[in-house]
């Protein structure tokens, strides 16, 4: 490491810690806890109510009776969900009740309906039929879905109850859910800190127990990021595997980056979900292969060394080496650590491939109706009459700013995935820190963000799992991701229901007991 590395170094943590110093004066002390759960149905998993309902030890209305309350509970102080459907859907609960009372389900039916009755949501970005449809921006806040997305379509098939969708940032490009629309989205564990985005109001309410599970969008991070922030688990599945119709501006016709996948309040809901999710292209993936953890060839990663983040810090690396230590306690064989240099190029390699896909961002912005004039923007931001948030405006000129060699993001890029994997193949794990910190203040991101550690696997499409591990000191959730390589997402969903048996799930804010 050289002299001039250490300066740098040594300065940006000084800059953070003025950043830190400055938002704990700014916001206080107070957390502003959310009132304690009184119903525990809303404390349970979707595949455990399901069961419930089937065998009918639990009224569907009930279960989404007891979601509903909860969020009217909660919301007013996580301002998670933005737009809902309670009565359509207690009518819905009700329907299903009868035809269970009445034996007008089939046995094949309820086979095909693991989640029947159980309640859910979507960010809003995700077309749902009658409810907003906005991407958090103004040209749009009139506009509600005609139709649902494929997703939502897949969950309905799958017998769940939409209950509502939640908040997202402006076209969910950033690492918090704020907008001009709808406000902010606050972390429940401490209501001064961001939620993270894009997935911001999902990740919020799943954990506040507004909603068992729900739908999440990876770009750069997007489910990944509130998964953490908000303690609960998250899954970005392998590249063209859920299908994108009706997310944001998808038609499903042209191949992206961004992927749907779960969010959820306990583990044992990741796999049914994401099975759900995949519809067609279940073929693709082993999903319903055993998988003996013992047996995993495992590796792992401490940090990346870019200066660009926040600097990671010891916590954080603490919770790779706590898996880590559990992988070699059960298989007798130390995880081997990885030193991949080229992992600090991160945010230039996501970049080269997000200018692939060649979207308009600042035609999207206007609800492709012409494109945003940066200058007058800014102009009236510093007014006050704009109607994008400083992010916006931040992406609108890091986006004329940034200058990416192709040529060298996509040689990078082919021998970094190439190496990655050679060493994972079909039976191997990489452990990676989630982030540099827990959830962090709220509007602080712009001036301290650590996308790197997301938005690497984005990059080199491979399918990633974000696993909670416990609460800091401070009462925050942490925790690690785990990465396979394509098509392989069984195996970190496997290694992440082996780690809820042993760090325990704190989903679930207040009455939640492992």
């Not at 007008?104 to 693991?114: A, F, G, H, N, V």
Request: aromatic letters at 10%.
């Amino acid at each position: 490491m050289t002299i001039l590395y250490r300066t740098l170094q040594l300065l940006r943590a000084i800059y953070d810690f003025i950043i830190d110093t400055f938002f704990e004066i700014y916001y206080g002390s107070a957390k502003n806890p959310l009132a304690p759960i009184e119903n525990k149905i809303v404390l349970e998993s979707a595949c455990s109510l399901a069961l419930k309902i089937k065998n009918r030890s639990l009224k569907a209305e009930d279960v989404v009776g007891a979601f509903i309350e909860r969020t009217k509970q909660v919301n007013p102080l996580i301002n998670a969900m933005v737009d809902e459907r309670f009565i359509e859907a207690l009518k819905e609960a009700r329907k299903i009740d009868q035809d269970i009372t009445n034996g007008r389900i089939t046995q094949e039916e309820l086979d095909r309906k693991p989640f029947l009755g159980v309640p859910f949501t979507a960010k809003e970005s995700a077309s749902s039929k009658g409810l907003k449809w906005t991407f958090g921006l103004v040209a749009r806040k009139n506009i509600v879905a005609e139709e649902d997305a494929a997703v939502i379509r897949l969950m309905k098939q799958a017998g769940a109850i939409q209950i509502g969708v939640t908040n997202v940032p402006q076209l969910n490009f950033w690492g918090e859910t704020y907008n001009p629309v709808y406000g902010t989205t606050c972390n429940p564990y401490d209501l001064r800190r961001n939620a993270g985005g894009s997935s911001g109001g999902e990740a919020s309410l799943i954990a506040a127990c507004g909603s068992p599970l729900g739908i999440g969008t990876d770009l750069g991070g997007s489910i990944r990021i509130p998964a953490h922030r908000c303690g609960i688990f998250g899954h970005k599945p392998s590249p063209n595997l859920t299908p994108n119709k009706g997310l944001g501006f998808s038609k499903g016709d042209v191949p992206t980056l961004s992927v749907a996948g779960p969010l959820t309040k306990h583990v044992e809901d990741l796999l049914p979900m994401l099975k759900v999710l995949v519809g067609e292209n279940i073929s693709k993936v082993k999903l319903d292969e055993y998988v003996n953890v013992k047996n995993l060839n495992v590796f792992y990663i401490t940090s990346i060394k870019c200066l660009r983040n926040v600097q990671i810090t010891e916590e954080m690396q603490s919770n790779v080496f706590k898996v880590v230590k559990y992988f070699q306690t059960i298989s007798g064989r130390a995880p081997i650590k990885l030193d991949l240099d080229d992992t600090k190029y991160a945010m230039e390699l996501w970049s080269y491939k997000i200018k692939m896909e060649k979207s308009d961002f600042k035609h999207n912005l206007t609800n492709r109706q012409g494109r945003v004039n940066v200058p007058i923007e800014y102009f009236k931001y510093l007014c006050g009459k704009s109607e994008y948030t400083g992010y916006t405006l931040f992406n609108m000129i890091n986006g004329l700013l940034s200058n990416v060699d192709f040529d060298w993001a996509k040689e990078t890029l082919r021998k970094l995935r190439e190496d990655l994997l050679e060493k994972l193949g079909d039976n191997g794990i990489l452990i990676f820190p989630s982030e540099p910190r827990p959830a962090t203040h709220n509007y602080s991101t712009l001036l301290q963000y650590g996308l790197s550690y997301f938005c690497l696997w984005n990059a080199l499409e491979m399918p990633v799992t974000q696993v909670p591990l416990g609460l800091n000191k401070d009462g925050l959730p942490y925790g690690v991701q785990i990465v396979t390589a394509p098509y392989q997402d069984h195996l970190s969903i496997a290694v992440a229901v082996a780690l809820e048996k042993i760090f325990g799930n704190n989903a679930g804010i207040i009455g939640h007991e492992n």
